[in-house]
Each structure stands twice: as structure tokens, then as C-alpha cells.
């Protein structure tokens, strides 16, 4: 095997190592919201670092299926949620 194949395999293993690590600890905050918008209610929930990004992707999600173009999808992520139930990892 030579020099560059070896520098590759252990870039590889070292970046591999890196994302999971990160993958496995970057969500500290899990969220669930359930939103109405136009007589449609929704649920969903999304981890993140902080739960402002929680709550924000998950409301997201949510208005992803509930509204229809970028102006529904602009109102909806500005309308409150019902509820928001946020929990520490």
C-alpha cells in the first residue's frame, strides 16, 4: 500500500470519526410544536444546539406541509404556535 493511499485511508477514518462525534452531540435541545395555520393544525419536532434553533426548525417542518408557495410559507413561520414542549438531551 502506498503513501498516499495510507494518508487517505486515515483522512477518511479521522473525518468518518468527526462527523459522528458531532452528529451525536451537537443536538442538546429536542422540541415539539404544533402550529395552526388556515384551519390545518400540525406537529413536529427537531433537535438543534439551542432551543431557539429547535423550535425554529421544527416550525419549519411543520409549515413546510401547511402552507403552498414562499408568501404561506413566510405568514406561516411567523404565526405563533399552539404549543411548544422543549426537553435537554
Partial sequence: MGKTTKATLVFLVLFIGVVVYLSMTI?????????????????????SGTEK????????????????????TIECENTPPDSVSCRDH
Fill in 27 to 47: 443536538a442538546d435541545h429536542e422540541c415539539r410544536i404544533c402550529l395552526t395555520y388556515h384551519g390545518r393544525t400540525e406537529c413536529r419536532t427537531a433537535a
Fill in 53 to 72: 434553533t429547535a423550535i425554529q426548525s421544527a416550525t419549519t417542518s411543520a409549515c413546510g406541509t401547511l402552507a403552498g408557495g414562499m408568501t404561506e
